[in-house]
């Protein structure tokens, strides 16, 4: 466990600078709302177009990566509606639960998976990236839309239609997925300059993650929050980890997996909840303890897997 302990401890530290320097207001004013808006508009963007262009997207792997990364997807997202429904949950916190039970924060994934195995790792993720992303934010908007109460057919339609055809990554993701299942492949300069601002995606990334972290929310709502992270954290590897296993997935592809498995929510839940009326203090206590836990359980699942898979 030590030896990628060790590994992804760089990954996180810079989620501890993030922090630490927007807490002591470093470098000021707006700017880790600037930040955000860069990555999740300019560099994440770029990264995945650049990486989805070249992605070994075989038959077999599509088709493993899918049963795996959207079974758990369906089971644990499923299984947060039903607990807000068994419990009767204010639907405002029960889109919190249910963002913080599906989601998935790539940008931890792509960074783990980038320095644990390279640029195979790399291509891997965004694969699984590509498979998870577009029904993740799909089904998300979905239930949050329909828990503020907008259940008309055309209604929600129009809303789901535009959150999706301005979603940077999906465009990104669609776009670099053409390119690579037409034959065309890499453009000349296009994919040279993507490829440069992919090199500042993920240190980039990762402060502003940290930087976003609220550590005053971690009391906020903790029986959800508690709900939200067994989901997430327990339920949804091991669902992960069974799909593996059951159709003989073995080495980096099996890791990579087992990576997008443990990372915790992702931190663009908090915006997605504010825009759409899910309780956004309670999305913020879920993504800290839940990014918080994965210090530990990050490394711990990937040297059990290691020992499995490799």
């Not at 989601?103 to 931890?108: D, G, M, P």
């Amino acid at each position: 466990m030590w030896a990628i302990s060790l590994s992804v401890l760089p990954i996180f530290l810079l989620l501890v600078l993030g922090n630490l320097l927007r807490r002591n207001g470093f470098p000021g004013g707006d700017f880790w709302h600037h930040a955000d808006r860069m990555v999740y508009w300019v560099l994440f963007p770029a990264l995945l177009f650049y990486n989805t262009t070249t992605a070994p997207f075989s038959d077999d792997l599509v088709g493993s990566y899918a049963l795996a990364l959207l079974g758990g997807l369906a089971v644990t997202g499923l299984a947060s509606l039903l607990i807000v429904r068994i419990f009767r949950i204010d639907r405002r916190i029960g889109g919190a639960v249910f963002q913080g039970a599906a989601r998935h924060n790539t940008f931890i994934a792509f960074a783990v998976a980038d320095y644990l195995f390279g640029p195979e790792g790399l291509l891997l993720a965004a694969v699984a990236t590509a498979v998870l992303v577009p029904p993740t934010n799909l089904f998300c908007v979905t239930v949050l839309v329909t828990y503020q109460g907008r259940t008309g057919s055309h209604s929600l339609k129009r809303r789901l239609i535009g959150e999706i055809a301005r979603n940077p990554l999906l465009i990104a993701i669609a776009i670099g997925a053409f390119l690579n299942f037409s034959g065309i492949g890499p453009l000349p300069v296009i994919s040279n300059f993507a490829g440069l601002l992919a090199k500042a995606a993920l240190p980039f990334a990762l402060l502003c993650v940290g930087a976003g972290l609220k550590i005053k929310a971690i009391h906020t709502g903790a029986t959800y929050v508690l709900i939200s992270t067994v989901l997430k954290l327990v339920l949804f590897p091991l669902v992960i980890a069974g799909a593996a296993i059951a159709t003989g997935m073995e080495g980096v592809a099996a890791m990579i997996l087992i990576i997008y498995g443990t990372i915790p929510t992702a931190s663009s839940g908090y915006a997605l909840a504010k825009l759409l009326g899910a309780d956004a203090e309670v999305m913020a206590g879920i993504i800290t303890i839940q990014t918080i836990i994965s210090m530990i359980t990050l490394p711990l699942s990937l040297t059990l897997a290691a020992a499995y898979f490799m």
